[in-house]
C-alpha cells in the first residue's frame, strides 16, 4: 500500500490549496490519519490528525485555518488549507497508521511529499 500525495503548489499569502493523500486501499477508514510538514532546516511537525472515530487535532498554528477530513471510502485524506502565510511553506507529508489487530500491532505508512510554498 502506498500514499500518493498531490495539490502543492506555490501560492500567495492569504491563499488557499487543498492537499490529497490518496490510497489504493482503504487505508484512512476507522484508521489513525495525519498531516505532517517540514521547513527547511526544522524537524517534522505534525500539523493535523484525525483518529479512527473521526476527532480532528490541529497544531496551534493552524488551528482556525487548516481543515483535515477523509472520504467515506477511506481511500483518500484530505488536507484544507486557508489564510496561508509565507510560515507555512513546508514539505507535506501524509501519514496512516494502521491497526491490524485487537492487541494493538500498527505499521506506518508515509507519502512522499509534496512542496507548499507561499510567497508574500
Known amino acids: 500500500v502506498q500514499l500518493a500525495e498531490s495539490g502543492g503548489g506555490m501560492v500567495q499569502a492569504g491563499g488557499s490549496l487543498r492537499l490529497t493523500c490518496a490510497s489504493s486501499?482503504?487505508?484512512?477508514?476507522?484508521?489513525?490519519g495525519g498531516w505532517f510538514r517540514q521547513a527547511r532546516g526544522k524537524q517534522r511537525e505534525l500539523v493535523a490528525g484525525?483518529?479512527?472515530?473521526?476527532?480532528?487535532n490541529y497544531a496551534d498554528s493552524v488551528k482556525g485555518r487548516f481543515t483535515i477530513s477523509r472520504d467515506n471510502t477511506g481511500k483518500t485524506l484530505y488536507l484544507q488549507m486557508n489564510s496561508l502565510t509565507p510560515d507555512d511553506t513546508a514539505v507535506y507529508y501524509c501519514?496512516?497508521?494502521?491497526?491490524?489487530?485487537?492487541?494493538?500491532?500498527?505499521?506506518?505508512?508515509w507519502g512522499q511529499g509534496t512542496q507548499v510554498t507561499v510567497s508574500s
Open positions: 484525525i483518529s479512527n472515530g473521526g476527532e480532528t
Open positions: 501519514y496512516a497508521r494502521v491497526t491490524v489487530n485487537v492487541e494493538g500491532t500498527y505499521y506506518e505508512l
Open positions: 486501499r482503504s487505508t484512512f477508514r476507522g484508521q489513525v
